[in-house]
């Protein structure tokens, strides 16, 4: 599976961003998909994450009320709608995808190239 994250860029705070993960290579629903983020200094985190065929969602704490997963099995993509964006939320953001089961960081298969979110004060 190849993943390509697009999307980030700068945006003051308070403002949103739509990230997209598009996905080629065997087949797209056969994955848990989920992002990552990994900020300057720090270690890469768990963001969200959305299981096969439309089951439970997960998100870190700082991000839920404020993000939203989402996947479309026809266009084999992800997205990461970020709304109420914080400083804090800076950090290069990573689309993955790992086998069925929770996303965690050390059962992902594929990792994406990241794509740059900067939140502005």
């Known amino acids: 599976v190849q993943l390509q994250a697009s999307g980030g860029g700068v945006v003051q705070a308070g403002g949103s961003l739509r990230l997209s993960c598009a996905a080629s290579?065997?087949?797209?629903?056969?994955?848990?998909m989920g992002w990552f983020r990994q900020a300057p200094g720090k270690e890469r985190e768990f963001v969200a994450s959305l299981p096969l065929n439309g089951g439970k969602k997960s998100y870190t704490d700082s991000a839920k009320g404020r993000f939203t997963i989402s996947r479309d099995n026809a266009k084999n993509t992800i997205y990461l709608q970020m709304n109420s964006l914080k400083p804090e939320d800076t950090a290069v953001y990573y689309c993955?995808?790992?086998?069925?089961?929770?996303?965690?960081?050390?059962?992902?298969?594929?990792w994406g190239k990241g794509t740059q979110v900067t939140v502005s004060s």
């Open positions: 993955a995808a790992g086998p069925p089961g929770p996303l965690l960081q050390n059962r992902v298969n594929y």
């Open positions: 290579g065997r087949t797209f629903d056969s994955y848990a």
